[in-house]
């Protein structure tokens, strides 16, 4: 058995699957429309939301679970990459995939962007979650997201990944969200 993409038919989009050796799918155990409703995640049809924040510690290998709501999602695996301001990002399998895609696409546009590309890519590690729901941080991405491993790391929910923050870098980064949503007009409506 192995994994790899699934097309679902009409309107039933591409889904990362285990399939058996002959191709064929064996379930619908990675299909992240599975999750449906629960508190944490949010479905609407193929894209997979996820939502909150969550308090945990890295261990001392650098391992962190996953809040339960969340692992249904991420089935058996996700990938681990950097994050945007100085966090590690975490991907289910499909969402990964399309932000390869634009990775990829971008890098065709400047010398800068192919190097981007190509740091993002050498960041990126594909992991599995462990019996207890945890997942291995790689020691670069740590030292990248300024986490200690047995640290504390806040982990949110930011729509189509999961995002781990040092605990100080989170505080900044939800203040600057919480004024600009209270002081620019454009965004007076965000979310309502």
Known sequence: MGWDFIDLGAGGGIWWAPVDDDGGAEGAAGDPGDAGNRAGT???DDVQYFVGEY???LDDKGRVFMPAVFRPA???GCFVS???DG???VYTPAEFARVAEEVVEMARGSAAAAAAADAFFAAASQVALDRQGRIMVAERLLEYAGLARSGHVTITGTGRRIQLWAEDRWKKRHAYASGAIENDPTLSNFGY
């Open 42 to 44: 949010a479905a609407r």
């Open 55 to 57: 308090g945990h510690a």
């Open 74 to 76: 991420l089935g058996d």
């Open 82 to 84: 950097w994050g945007r």
């Open 87 to 89: 966090s590690v990002a």
